[in-house]
Nanobody
Framework: QLQLVESGGGLVQPGGSLRLSCAAS????????IGWFRQAPGKEREGVSC????????NYADSVKGRFTASRDNAKNTVYLQMNSLKPEDTAVYYC???????????????WGQGTQVTVSS
């Protein structure tokens, strides 16, 4: 059974950077698209990015384009989200999840991780 575990969250000042990791166990990720989502208190879950199984294609929400970059290392069975120029509005719990195709629609994804908290504050 596939399990996804996010890590790398924390407290960072505005303008700072963090790199999130999504590590998989129980199943290879080679044939799975991986999406990153976030949920802030009182808000709905929002699609942030998606990366195809090969890593050849990515998709980003307009709110993070040019600041966030998704990548993957299939040999390590791990997907990453590099977050630069962080803003207070990026504060949320970040989740990774698996799908066959690359979309930003949470309904298309399963095998959700437990999430990692990202807080952007001075």
């Amino acid at each position: 059974q596939l399990q996804l575990v996010e890590s790398g969250g924390g407290l960072v000042q505005p303008g700072g950077s963090l790199r999130l990791s999504c590590a998989a166990s129980g199943l290879r990720l080679d044939y799975s698209a991986i999406g990153w989502f976030r949920q802030a208190p009182g808000k709905e879950r929002e699609g942030v990015s998606c990366i195809t199984s090969s890593g050849a294609s990515t998709n980003y929400a307009d709110s993070v384009k040019g600041r966030f970059t998704a990548s993957r290392d299939n040999a390590k069975n791990t997907v990453y989200l590099q977050m630069n120029s962080l803003k207070p509005e990026d504060t949320a719990v970040y989740y990774c999840a698996r799908a066959l195709g690359c979309t930003l629609d949470a309904d298309d994804f399963g095998s959700w991780g437990q999430g990692t908290q990202v807080t952007v504050s001075s």
